[in-house]
């Protein structure tokens, strides 16, 4: 039984580390997926969707909202092919070697035609083709 006090600080210290982690990081848009659609309509393609939570449980947020410089509000981004292309934005990891490839067009453009920007669903991520 010597080892309950040390058990008990190390359980503390746990605990506070999480909900420092917690605190510090917004939760809202974890969940669901993120609509694009800057310039997908009226370039004549379907709006992009984009699942949240499918990424974020494979990937620190970090990773992409500083990193690879994604801001944390929907709707804010100016993502272009061309960034693609060039390793930028989705295009650092869907390059058909961390992830499958830009040719590859239906399973990011894949919304209806004419859906806004904007986060869509509130608690889990759909995927492609559902919105
Ligand atoms: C990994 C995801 C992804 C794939 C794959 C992808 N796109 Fe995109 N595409 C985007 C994103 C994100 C945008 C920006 C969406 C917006 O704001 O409207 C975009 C924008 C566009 C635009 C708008 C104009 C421009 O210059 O950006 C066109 C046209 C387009 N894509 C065509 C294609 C075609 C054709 C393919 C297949 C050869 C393709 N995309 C594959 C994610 C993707
Ligand atoms: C693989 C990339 C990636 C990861 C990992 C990621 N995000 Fe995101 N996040 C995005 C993209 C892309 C958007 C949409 C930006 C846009 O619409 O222009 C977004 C949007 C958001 C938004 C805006 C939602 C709104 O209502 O406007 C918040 C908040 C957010 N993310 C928080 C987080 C948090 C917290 C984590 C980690 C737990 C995280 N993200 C992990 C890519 C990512
Ligand atoms: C940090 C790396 C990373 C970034 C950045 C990233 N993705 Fe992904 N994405 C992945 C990986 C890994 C997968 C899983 C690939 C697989 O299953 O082969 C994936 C899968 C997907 C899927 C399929 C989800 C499903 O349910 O199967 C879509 C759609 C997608 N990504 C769209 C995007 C779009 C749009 C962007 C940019 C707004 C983006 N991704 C940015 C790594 C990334």
């Known amino acids: 039984m010597t080892r309950r006090p040390l058990v008990f600080i190390i359980w503390s210290i746990a605990t506070f580390l999480a909900l420092v982690q ?16 800057r310039y997908s309509d009226k ?10 939570w499918f990424h974020r449980i494979r990937f620190r947020c970090k990773v992409c909202h500083h990193e690879l410089g994604f801001e944390m509000r929907a709707g804010a981004n100016d993502v272009r092919m061309n960034d693609l292309a060039e390793g930028k934005f989705c295009g650092m990891c869907h ?16 919304a209806r035609p004419g859906l806004p920007a904007g986060i869509r669903g509130g608690h889990k991520t759909l995927g492609p083709g559902r919105w």
Do not use: K
Not at 25 to 32: D, F, K, Q
């Open 22 to 37: 917690f605190n510090s990081e917004p939760t809202y848009a974890e969940y669901g997926d993120v609509v694009l659609n």
């Open 95 to 110: 390059n058909g070697d961390i992830a499958w490839g830009l040719q590859n067009c239906d399973l990011c453009h894949s």
């Open 43 to 52: 370039a004549g393609v379907r709006p992009v969707v984009y699942p949240h």
